[in-house]
């Protein structure tokens, strides 16, 4: 009897079994809405030194979470190019768009230099997916280039530009087209233009332009108001004055123009790539942590923008932040402050380098270069909280007159970064405060250091163990289903 039950059992046992394995398993969600988010320069030092800022602010020890470091999956990504274990942006650029490791400089060609690989957004667009190409710095710059265009050398901007418009791409923002100098002839421009009305593209200047034209145009190229102090790329979020075009603005536009574009479509969804930190990599290179963490700040702005649109869509969509590659090889903490970290002092900054360099030139043409230390004083309070909010020793404040006295009593040159040049009181001044506040840099340039990967949504568990940078294009197109 006891037999015959046993054999019942696993009579009934092998077919339940059979039954599980034959069952019709549901197929995963694909992305129908892809944002895909590149912070350029940032490392994971960069977000925590930012999470510190906020925390410390706020009074409290530690770190206060923000909300891209808030996404379900968190994994780090190496980023080594095929010419060098330090990667540039247009190297690190094409393995985030394309897949492919190549050399430094090259924006979507081989180590050959003569192949060209096609981008996610190239996919997507053939797929018949809207796509958008945003940032905050210039459209032609290298991270942009890498998801539309061929280059030998990333600095080709005119030839790079062109091909801007024979993308087909929906959306593109940013701050400007930049065209070097040896290129920059009324002819070329004409020509620039000449390829926006044969492409069908509207360009747009500014907020208000973009209101006017932009929103029902058939593709829309959405720049920056060319009358800002520095039309080269949108203002630091620490410079940043109402009416100017922020990364937020931007990205608000460009989901907006998008989704229009894809219920157009039959709600066939789109792609989106947005570099939204592009400055935090200019801050980077200029040793600024002040500005590099308020623009982090800014980035975590828009991942909270592109969470309220999941939050909507939330089976369909998915999000990806990450970086191309770590730069000013930032520390949180010195020997010299003991194992303490004070970035709360950041607090008293109330303006980039950038912006103070242009304060301090102000001063000089409003007194025909005749400044007088009190008056540099004053403008050392004023911006970063020197002697009122910030107590300086002995040391620092003689490393500050000195500075004076060659700068604007001699003949001390300004110091240079990649992407600006600083009256030496700006860069002094925020050299003595990140250095108060426990925080060290270890280049202008970049580094091989590991970054970020945030995910969420439709495909999110790609993203979960140590990525390589060629990998993530990869892992968003199987998210969409698409052939790679």
């Known amino acids: ?50 999470e510190y800022y906020v925390a410390q602010c706020q009074g409290v020890m530690g770190r206060a979470p923000l909300c891209m470091t808030s996404l379900p999956v968190f994994g780090v990504s190496a980023t080594w190019s095929a010419s060098s274990d330090v990667t540039d942006s247009a190297a690190s650029g094409t393995a985030l768009a394309c897949g492919e490791k190549t050399y430094n400089s090259a924006i979507g060609l081989k180590t050959d230099s003569l192949t060209e690989v096609y981008s996610i957004a190239k996919r997507a667009h053939e797929a018949g997916y809207p796509v958008g190409i945003g940032t905050s710095v210039p459209l032609n710059h290298a991270t942009p280039a890498c998801f539309y265009a061929h280059a030998v050398v990333r600095k080709q901007y005119f030839d790079i530009a062109k091909q801007i418009y024979t993308s087909g791409f929906d959306f593109f923002g940013g701050a400007c087209i930049h065209v070097e100098d040896k290129n920059n002839t009324p002819e070329n421009q004409q020509l620039l233009a000449d390829l926006a009305k044969e492409n069908g593209y509207t360009v747009t200047y500014g907020l208000k332009q973009y209101a006017e034209q932009g929103k029902n145009a058939d593709k829309i190229i959405m720049l920056q108001d060319p009358d800002v102090p520095d039309v080269y790329s949108l203002p630091y979020w620490i410079d940043r004055k109402p009416g100017q075009v922020t990364i937020v603005d931007q990205l608000r536009a460009e989901i907006d123009f998008l989704y229009k574009k894809s219920e157009e479509k039959g709600g066939k969804g789109f792609f989106l790539m947005n570099e939204i930190g592009g400055k935090v990599d200019f801050g980077c290179h200029a040793n600024d942590a002040a500005a590099a963490f308020e623009e982090v700040l800014a980035v975590d702005s828009c991942v909270r923008v592109a969470y309220e649109f999941y939050k909507a869509h939330p ?134 250091g590991l970054v970020p990967v945030y995910a969420c949504g439709a495909g999110q568990e790609l993203f979960i163990p140590h990525n390589d940078n060629a990998q993530i294009p990869q892992n968003i197109a199987k998210a969409m289903g698409l052939e790679w």
């Open 1 to 50: 009897m006891k037999k015959k039950i046993f054999t019942v059992l696993v009579l009934a046992l092998a077919a339940a079994c059979t039954f599980t394995s034959c069952a019709k398993k549901p197929e995963p969600k694909k992305a129908k809405y892809v944002f895909y988010f590149i912070s350029d320069g940032t490392g994971v030092n960069t977000v925590q030194g930012a």
């Open 315 to 448: 089976d369909e969509t998915l999000i990806v932040l990450t970086a191309d590659h770590e730069t000013g090889g930032l520390t949180l903490g010195r020997q010299a402050t003991g194992y303490k970290i004070s970035t709360n002092l950041l607090k008293s900054q109330k303006l980039s380098k950038d912006e103070s360099t242009r304060h301090f030139q102000s001063l000089r043409d409003a007194n025909n270069n005749k400044v007088s230390w009190e008056q540099v004083k004053q403008m050392l309070t004023d911006d970063f909280g020197f002697w009122d909010t910030v107590e300086l020793t002995a040391d620092e404040e003689k490393k500050l007159q000195e500075v004076y006295q060659k700068s604007f009593k001699g003949t001390m040159q300004k110091e240079k970064s990649l992407y600006s040049e600083n009256e030496q009181m700006a860069a002094t001044a925020v050299r003595i405060l990140d250095g108060k506040a426990g925080l060290g840099w270890t280049t202008g340039g970049h580094t091989a």
